[in-house]
């Protein structure tokens, strides 16, 4: 109670001024609370822009492993390829989409508590009555709000990816390699041999043979080209 006595003024001053010392070591307490929360939320900020670059890079290379892989294959895996890529574009723009949405809610977090820590230095440097009017209305540490989660579990990992394609082309160079195996022990051998220098046209007559082509009997990866 502030006494009223003319004679007593100066306990009103020493009071106001002992309540007013008080008053702001709890305001900077809560201060403090802003500011170690806006450290905390430009970390998440950080972290969060660190790991969608890192996604991003990752994709990138799935992409282009991919593209590597799929290249080294005949035509007709080409729709494999184009279906794998556009897995991993799909899963990229849905990431991005996630962390669009959170980046954004981030930035608000931060300028609402910047904001605030901009109205309690302004007010603390208010004149006693209103500092003591008015302090249960400032004095309101920042709300705990914790951020959204990007759902990274629902994804297929770029590297289990990367990974299961290496793997089809190992399975495919095989499956090709027995497949040229088997059509060669099928097959017959044509050996090029070198062409025979003959001394005379005449020799080269002698030795000249018709060679023909059945093509009932012939391999079918035969083909006779005229």
Known sequence: MLCMLDEHKNHVTVSLAEERTEKQKLLEETQRKFQQRIQEKETELENLRETIESHKRSAQTAVEDSERIYTELIR????????????IRDQEKVLLSQSEGVLEQLKEEIDDLRKRDAELEQFSHTGHIHFLQSFQSYNVPPASKKSPNIALGSCLSFDDLRGFIT????????????????????????????????????????????ITLDRNTAHEYLKLVV
């Open 76 to 87: 007709s895996i080409e729709r494999s390829r184009s279906e794998v890529t556009q897995l």
């Open 167 to 210: 793997q089809l082309e190992v399975k495919l160079q095989q499956v090709f390699k027995e497949e040229e195996e088997k059509i060669l022990r099928k097959g017959k051998y044509i050996e090029m041999i070198p062409t025979p220098e003959y001394e005379s046209r005449n020799e080269f007559i002698q030795r000249y043979q018709r």
